[in-house]
């Protein structure tokens, strides 16, 4: 309960195993930290079975094929991988996804040309549909989900505003992730009337993040017919007791809303169509991104709390 | 603001205009009370104009023609007419239903064949789209539409559970409704347990009518791809300021659910589709309805006083 210190992990040393036939090992060259995570570790009933105390922290990663009795693979080859907080690992290959370095950068399969970017991708299209000329605000804009809602919700022809905790965040959601308006919540005291003064036509679209108070603000800014997609809620991952607010469903009969709640991992059937398209805007400068790199495979739990106090702009990532 | 007290209201008397041209003059037969109204009188922002202090309370009614100046209308005529809480009105005719005592008494033209009816038919079927088998809740299920959308989820195959507060209002739905199980909100402690022992397979799709605890029990037992229609919250109506309660978006995101809300006036252009099929689900004896007949047009506020504070069994109707 509450944040995670450095001390409630462990690193340990195991023996790498023999492969069998038809399995690879690998070895990880960028491993994965995300808000996702904090989930996996409270014990608490969720989408996915918690991990034990004493078990391996479960993520993303990008790893090196180092040996092989899998005809598919190759040593040298790139894959992304589900391997969690380990430096090596042994995979049958199945799910595995190979990565060509010649059409982005590997590392970008753990953020914009993966789970993340996935997330925003249908968080935003699938489940609120945005129009040309409609407001769309997102909280958590300069994450890695977060900074590339905005800039699909630009290209669908919409008026962005972005939330987020420090001024270079904001410089950078503004001056590179193209979104035509942006507050630090940290340094504003009314989110209401900003909310009002950046969306004169007022909120068709909210991509959530974070939840709690600049959530109750953006609900007090709807307009009639919209719809909100709940990511996250990385203020409340820490909390060691369900949090207190004002109570927002009345609102959504005012203002004919809907909320819905997605797990990326529902469109992964969808992804090979989707990914190729992200590749496409990125490849146009349609989209930008950023990657903020923690060296160290020892630096992971430090890497992943910092993340959950939002140290991180854009993709947080481990290099080991 | 809190609940409105009968020295709110003042009954006055005003002339009987002239018809002009096109005109008819009708006599209320019976007019409506429902828990929206109290929206509009609350002087907050909403979804439609409020009524000032000292403006006629606004609502429906079903009248009979006096005197008719439109060729379209005879005397003798009885209309379904948004007449607010007055004993006599004129009209142009226009959007004016004509009743036929011989298909439904005509009193059903402000409840199951009318507003409610309506706002339980398409407020289930087309936000939740209930699947056979499924599980529905409905909360302020003995009330003018709770009754009917707990019968068309049985239409719809469903296993129906019923929250209602009075033991005779559980007897209602049960024997009568055909609600699968039900309680009374008002004797039980742990709303939470008792609807994990009454929806055994989870729920699937929540009505809500009221808000409040009952819908926070409700969002700790839903299934994955649960979807929640947000009808009303009576609960919360009479709050002089808003009421805080658990934050619930986290949980959207563990079940992927949808929550929803809408005004029935929104679904106006299709009533004459499900008009038909409501009246033929009446004649079946698929859906039973009742009515609680307020006596006298002096009594419209203490009526409607009533029903804020649950006083009521299935439509609250007041005869004039």
Redesign the interface.
Known sequence: MGLPKESDFRLADAPVPELGDGEILVRAMYLSVDPYMRGRISGM???AAPTEIGGLMQGGGVARVIETKNPGFSVGDIVDIYMGWQEYAVSNGRGLRKLDPAVAPVSTALGVLGMPGMTAYFGLLDICDPKPGETVVVSGAAGAVGSIVGQIAKIKGCHTAGIAGGDDKITWILDECGYDAAFNYKTTDNYSAKLKELCPNGIDVYF?NV??PI?DAVFGCLN?GARIS????IS?YNNTQ??????L???????????????VS?YAPRFSQALPEMAGWIRSGQIKYREDIVEGFENLPKAFIGLLQGENIGKRIVKV
């Open positions: 009933k969720s989408y959530d939840g709690g959530t009639v709940i990511c996250g809620q409340q369900v949090e207190m607010g004002p109570r469903l009345g609102a959504l009969i005012v203002y004919r809303a809907k909320v819905q709640g997605f797990l529902d």
